[in-house]
């Protein structure tokens, strides 16, 4: 959008004095960010009401993305972007004294998800907009998002994220379009007298679900999509038995809080409604939309809409939209299935047992008497049908209902008719071994669509100067299409170039030494390799293994400080579930390694351990331009993806890696020699699964380095640590190491090793990492979306 800054300065003057009936010279910064903001949103509502209009009158057909979580962080600088205006107004801005930044900086991160699977969403927002393409979003808008991490002694402690004091400048509230969801009470079937069974219903609780329209702005084009968050309201007209406090309460308490958990099933009630609520609100929403402002043949409902089940946190879609077809709209029992298998398609994104959704029989028949009914009902068929077809032992195991238990995985695959991995490992990991079974049924509908990141947010936003320095080198096409980043290649040997990346790196490094002096007291050596490692807290991930390593180069230290070392700074942020006890050891154990170490004379500065509270998306964009190293060294099998590995390669860092989930895409795509790759592979993990002979205690006997270092968790040389050493110690020596960190631990010394001599060679380093930013176009989420758009959706970009 074409905006002059004598205009937007005009713009943002009379709505800072409308709004607050302030001036520039009272204005604080909230009152500057809601008054910019304002203006903000006036320049896209019209482009918005347009791109609503062209996707009415064209009716084609639209992707609706179903997620528990999105993880969208800050909103203001990305729509600026988005817009084309981000430099018009930081320069309006100037003029008047204030730095963009300072503004952006009173904005609360939008932290309504956990970790990887509600930034992809938010990537995939993006990306949807930004290719012209039809897709949206719909989830839960939760009260508190992700509670705020301190760490206090060493120990992390949760506050709660309220992250709407101030308002959300971004947000629509669409009280007309509130539906009804229900939940309880009793139902039963009456004939008609035609032979249509109708469901009757007493005694239910009814909750309103009020929706709040977030505009997903396209990238220089006149796309504007919507994300939908439902809020959880009391209905007006409450039932009698309905009128009480307890109730009320419940039903408040329904979007209040985001589950702080991203890799373990909670079987919580609380959970399930939540689950059911904004399933049904969604789908409601969409099928209302198409009856009445398109007036479209239901039976044809899946030419006009897709439905993606992101994990299957929304797997109820698939009954729900049954329900409404059959109940609601009148549809025979068959061409509703037909439907909604055509309309619904499936991402899996873990193959953790201990993440596996499954709820009592019992339960869901309680809260959701008549999606119980309907799912007992698809099992029925489908058992009736296939079993002569393809024997009881395949249906018995792919079989929705079992041992008194749903099965949400089992239900989103037979309920749709793509099941998609997120990385080729991962993808290949599904068909062969974990829902082998089903493969063997229905192959035809087993795909990867291997993870990608919204590059604008993680490079033209986090760091614009490194997006300054390719478009000196290359020209400013990269900014539309990342693989034009190829054309790097070409200054692999220019020196100039070479030293302009370097000198980016280090005014990044520089940049996050100062907010670590600021937020940690720590002072550390811009010259030192930043070494980073960043994701929530879990045993597979492996954090643990970066820190045996960061105690080895301790001791190494310690015995001989002369030694000739390139100085390290290892900096982490990792939140821990709050109930997941190990995970919270990990934290203090590092914590009290990072106090141990920084306060020791004799390392000086060629040691520093760096742990960063409350990591979270604004956080990332500070850290990852600054890394040199980024770790990515969970057990192979493990990750299914990983997305910071494609944030990091954008900012030419280099990974540390194992060979598991798009870590071997991004080794691929960069070169040899240009990443460091240690570890078990996926087969020789899987080769101990089988044979059981995995003895770690053996290695811990044998390896005199790490019987060193483990016995240091429990012989009191780390000053504070309390009875967390003795218990990670066990988990390696007596709980025989489930994630095979001892076994890895002496390839993964070599591979840093190797690091260390590379970085010795600045030149050498500086090709390897622009050899990793000259190929991570195929990681931009553009290009994951589009094939989502293709090979599942069946949805068109407009054309501009
Ligand atoms: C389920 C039931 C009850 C409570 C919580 C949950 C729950 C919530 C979130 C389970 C899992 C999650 C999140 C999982 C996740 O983030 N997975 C990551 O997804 C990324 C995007 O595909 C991948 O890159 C990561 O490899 C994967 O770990």
Redesign the pocket.
Known sequence: MKLSKKQFKQDFEERLTSKFATDLTKAGYQEIYDALASVVKHYYANIWVSDNQYKDETGKKQAYYFS??FLPGKMLKSNLLNLGMLKTVREGLEDFGIELDEVAKVEPDMAI????????ASCFMDSLASTGLPGNGNGIRYRYGLFKQKIIDGYQVELPDSWLNNGNPWEVRRADKAVEVTFGGEVWLEDDGKGNLIPHYKDQERVLAVPYDTPMIGYENTTVNNMCLWRSEVPEELDPKFQNLEYMRQTSMLSAEL?P????????LL?LKQEYFFVSAGLQRILHHYKGTQKKDIRRISDYIAVHIN???PALCVPEFMRLLVDDYGVGWNRAWDTTVKVMSY?N??ILSE?L?KWPEEMVKQLLPRIYQIIVEIDRRRTAELLPKIGASLVHNTRIIKDGQIHMANLSIIGSHSTNG??KL?SDLLKDVELHDFYEIYPERFNNKT?GIADRRWIQIANERLSGIIDETIGKSWRHDLDELKLLKNFKDDEKTLEKLQKAKYDDKLRLAALIKEKNGIIVNPDAIFDVQVK?LHAYKRQLLNALHILKLYFDLKENPELDRVPRVFIFGAKAAPSYHYAKSIIKCINEIANMINNDQTVKDKLKVVFMENYNVSLAEMIIPAANVGEQISLASK?????SNMKFMLNGTLTIGTLD??NIEIFEAAGDGNNFVFGLTKDEVYEYYRNGNYNARDIFEQNPVVNRILNALIDGTIPNIKSEGREIFDSLTVYNDEYFVLRDFNDYVRAQADLEKLYRDPKAWAQASLMNIANVGRFSSDRTVKEYADDIWYIKAKKE
């Open positions: 528990i979580e998800g956990n970790g990887g699977l509600g930034r992809l589950y958990d991203d890799s373990n099933y909670d079987g919580r959970r994990d299957t946190h991402t994104h873990t993440a959704e997120v990385a991962h993870n929530r990750e299914a993806s990983g997305t989930g798009a």
